[in-house]
């Protein structure tokens, strides 16, 4: 056992370099596939938001079917196939097109898939703001879009909030399986090292501390902001919403 | 006087249900009408059908004499003519009082920021709740959020305004602040069309009371004609078992 450990240490201490270089690729990936993923998210989320309504013309609703059947396809299809399949798929498949190095690839594929996700998160939270307000809004003259952007999506991202930032999580994971395009993550770094001395248990303990410390730190963090975000939006002291109250 | 809307052989259906069927109902400036019935006879959605957040089957909605169910007509230009007060107030939970009552008019009537802050300053000073200008609706009770409400479908200028049972869902005590607020607002000449189960408010405010059974409009007059000589037997039934109650 302690020489077990004796071991991890001296790997971690030797190899530190490439773990670090892998992390920060992971984090790289993980990140702006995130933050790209939500914005596809939010925009394909909202699209299929919107329903077809009595007064639509023609027109407008065979545009607004159009539209919900493409992102069903698109959703459907990157929830219900491997992301370590997509990589592969789309990174042979657009290199000619954009001659693109793995890391780019990498960032893209996450981007794409995380949207799918991302869309179905913000989906549920825009279906859980109540009806209600969006009546209100229509009943004093907004447009749908600005119902949307002014009412209802700022609420819905709140709401999904705890939802948004597990993707994150998941995303520092499952970058892992981008090293099938030879992205050099942490994972594909960490396997590198391990073949290189032949010490897969012992390299992978390293691999895995490092996973957990950046799961945990992100998952404590999201909790920090969560809690922030939970208290009421403004700094007035609920004591002050009542007359007469002494504070007043 | 001139209607401001006229409603002719409105029809509208839920599935199979007929909710309203051949409305006829007219709403001159300066009046107060209340819609009163069972629940199920159709009042919320006459009053959901004149803003349009129900889309009538048949019929015509004359808005100063122009049929808004027809064309290419701007129907978010129009609602903010028809205010409109929920039962479940429906604030914006994303925004401070002050916010509530300014993000329609600049957004919608693209009002400056300072015009729009004082005139909602004036109507939330108007429904008593100007010391609560950055509380976020989920510190208010019901009676305060409802005030905001009506404060904030105020701001928008509106030729009338309906409310829709804006009393039903506040606890008994929260009641009378919300209804001092709609007196004196149809002291004041605003058309108003009321649902309504506040018999004495219907009673003692309204120039013209509306009783619907079924979905038509089963009699219409004063408030002395409807409560005090009613003529049809429902709404005779229908106004004795709110007397027992």
């Given at each position: 056992?302690?020489?077990?450990?004796?071991?991890?240490?001296?790997?971690?201490?030797?190899?530190?370099?490439?773990?670090?270089?892998?992390?920060?690729?992971?984090?790289?990936?993980?990140?702006?596939?995130?933050?790209?993923?939500?914005?596809?998210?939010?925009?394909?989320?909202?699209?299929?938001?919107?329903?077809?309504?009595?007064?639509?013309?023609?027109?407008?609703?065979?545009?607004?079917?159009?539209?919900?059947?493409?992102?069903?396809?698109?959703?459907?299809?990157?929830?219900?196939?491997?992301?370590?399949?997509?990589?592969?798929?789309?990174?042979?498949?657009?290199?000619?097109?954009?001659?693109?190095?793995?890391?780019?690839?990498?960032?893209?594929?996450?981007?794409?898939?995380?949207?799918?996700?991302?869309?179905?998160?913000?989906?549920?939270?825009?279906?859980?703001?109540?009806?209600?307000?969006?009546?209100?809004?229509?009943?004093?003259?907004?447009?749908?879009?600005?119902?949307?952007?002014?009412?209802?999506?700022?609420?819905?991202?709140?709401?999904?909030?705890?939802?948004?930032?597990?993707?994150?999580?998941?995303?520092?994971?499952?970058?892992?399986?981008?090293?099938?395009?030879?992205?050099?993550?942490?994972?594909?770094?960490?396997?590198?090292?391990?073949?290189?001395?032949?010490?897969?248990?012992?390299?992978?303990?390293?691999?895995?501390?490092?996973?957990?410390?950046?799961?945990?730190?992100?998952?404590?963090?999201?909790?920090?902001?969560?809690?922030?975000?939970?208290?009421?939006?403004?700094?007035?002291?609920?004591?002050?919403?009542?007359?007469?109250?002494?504070?007043? | 006087?001139?209607?401001?809307?006229?409603?002719?052989?409105?029809?509208?259906?839920?599935?199979?249900?007929?909710?309203?069927?051949?409305?006829?109902?007219?709403?001159?400036?300066?009046?107060?009408?209340?819609?009163?019935?069972?629940?199920?006879?159709?009042?919320?959605?006459?009053?959901?059908?004149?803003?349009?957040?129900?889309?009538?089957?048949?019929?015509?909605?004359?808005?100063?004499?122009?049929?808004?169910?027809?064309?290419?007509?701007?129907?978010?230009?129009?609602?903010?003519?028809?205010?409109?007060?929920?039962?479940?107030?429906?604030?914006?939970?994303?925004?401070?009082?002050?916010?509530?009552?300014?993000?329609?008019?600049?957004?919608?009537?693209?009002?400056?920021?300072?015009?729009?802050?004082?005139?909602?300053?004036?109507?939330?000073?108007?429904?008593?709740?100007?010391?609560?200008?950055?509380?976020?609706?989920?510190?208010?009770?019901g009676g305060q959020k409802q005030r905001v409400a009506i404060a904030r479908a105020l701001c928008m200028d509106p030729e009338v305004l309906l409310f829709d049972e804006p009393t039903s869902a506040l606890d008994p005590e929260m009641v009378g602040g919300v209804l001092e607020v709609m007196k004196d607002l149809a002291r004041e000449g605003l058309t108003m069309i009321v649902v309504t189960h506040e018999m004495g408010f219907a009673r003692e405010v309204s120039t013209r009371v509306v009783f619907m059974d079924k979905g038509v409009i089963a009699e219409e007059g004063s408030p002395e004609e409807i409560f005090?000589?009613?003529?049809?037997?429902?709404?005779?039934?229908?106004?004795?078992?709110?007397?027992?109650?």
């Amino acid at each position: 056992m302690a020489a077990f450990v004796e071991k991890v240490l001296e790997i971690a201490q030797r190899y530190w370099p490439l773990f670090w270089a892998g992390t920060k690729v992971t984090l790289l990936i993980s990140l702006t596939g995130t933050i790209i993923g939500l914005a596809i998210g939010l925009l394909v989320g909202s699209v299929r938001a919107v329903k077809v309504e009595p007064r639509d013309g023609l027109g407008t609703r065979v545009v607004k079917q159009l539209i919900h059947a493409l992102t069903s396809i698109y959703i459907e299809v990157f929830r219900g196939t491997p992301m370590i399949v997509q990589s592969v798929f789309l990174y042979y498949l657009l290199k000619p097109v954009f001659n693109w190095k793995p890391t780019v690839a990498g960032i893209f594929i996450v981007s794409v898939n995380t949207g799918a996700y991302m869309a179905e998160i913000i989906r549920a939270g825009i279906q859980s703001v109540d009806q209600g307000q969006t009546e209100a809004a229509r009943s004093i003259g907004m447009t749908p879009m600005q119902t949307m952007f002014l009412v209802v999506l700022p609420q819905a991202i709140k709401n999904s909030f705890p939802a948004i930032g597990n993707e994150f999580v998941v995303n520092i994971k499952d970058s892992s399986v981008l090293s099938a395009i030879s992205v050099t993550d942490l994972y594909f770094q960490s396997i590198g090292v391990a073949g290189s001395i032949f010490l897969f248990t012992q390299t992978m303990t390293v691999t895995a501390s490092i996973y957990l410390v950046l799961t945990f730190t992100t998952t404590r963090i999201l909790g920090l902001i969560e809690k922030r975000m939970g208290r009421p939006r403004s700094s007035f002291p609920a004591s002050q919403t009542v007359p007469g109250n002494p504070t007043f | 006087m001139e209607n401001i809307i006229e409603i002719r052989g409105l029809k509208k259906h839920f599935d199979k249900l007929e909710v309203l069927n051949d409305i006829q109902f007219s709403v001159a400036p300066g009046e107060v009408i209340c819609l009163i019935g069972a629940s199920g006879s159709g009042k919320s959605t006459l009053l959901r059908c004149v803003n349009l957040l129900e889309t009538p089957d048949a019929g015509e909605i004359l808005v100063h004499g122009q049929n808004i169910l027809q064309g290419r007509m701007d129907v978010n230009q129009y609602r903010t003519k028809v205010g409109m007060v929920f039962q479940s107030f429906n604030l914006f939970a994303n925004m401070d009082v002050l916010k509530n009552c300014m993000v329609g008019q600049t957004h919608v009537l693209h009002r400056s920021k300072e015009e729009a802050r004082e005139k909602a300053l004036y109507f939330l000073q108007k429904v008593g709740m100007k010391d609560f200008l950055l509380a976020s609706p989920a510190q208010l009770s019901g009676g305060q959020k409802q005030r905001v409400a009506i404060a904030r479908a105020l701001c928008m200028d509106p030729e009338v305004l309906l409310f829709d049972e804006p009393t039903s869902a506040l606890d008994p005590e929260m009641v009378g602040g919300v209804l001092e607020v709609m007196k004196d607002l149809a002291r004041e000449g605003l058309t108003m069309i009321v649902v309504t189960h506040e018999m004495g408010f219907a009673r003692e405010v309204s120039t013209r009371v509306v009783f619907m059974d079924k979905g038509v409009i089963a009699e219409e007059g004063s408030p002395e004609e409807i409560f005090q000589n009613p003529q049809n037997p429902r709404t005779r039934e229908f106004l004795s078992r709110y007397i027992q109650s």
